[in-house]
C-alpha cells in the first residue's frame, strides 16, 4: 500500500540524507503506519543504508521488532 510518510523517509534515505530519513520514519512509527512493519524486513536493501544507525535501531525497537543485522 502506499504509504506517503514511509515514502518520504524512503526518498531521503536513496538520497543518504539519513537525518531527515529517520525523521521521517519516526513520524510513521507515531502515525502507527502499516509501512513501518515493511522496514523491518532486513532483506530490502532500500533501508540499508539506514541499519545501523542507533535511531534506526530505536524505531525497530518501538514497533516491537527485533533489530536489524
Known sequence: GYDPLANIAMVYAGLGQKDEAIEWLDKACRARSAWVVY??????PRWDAL???????????????????
Not at 522496514?39 to 530490502?44: F, I, M, Q, T, W
Request: charge should be positive; charged fraction near 30%.
Open 39 to 44: 522496514l523491518a524486513v532486513k532483506v530490502d
Open 51 to 69: 541499519r545501523s544507525d542507533p535511531r534506526f535501531q530505536d524505531l525497530l525497537r518501538r514497533t516491537g521488532f527485533p533489530p536489524a543485522t
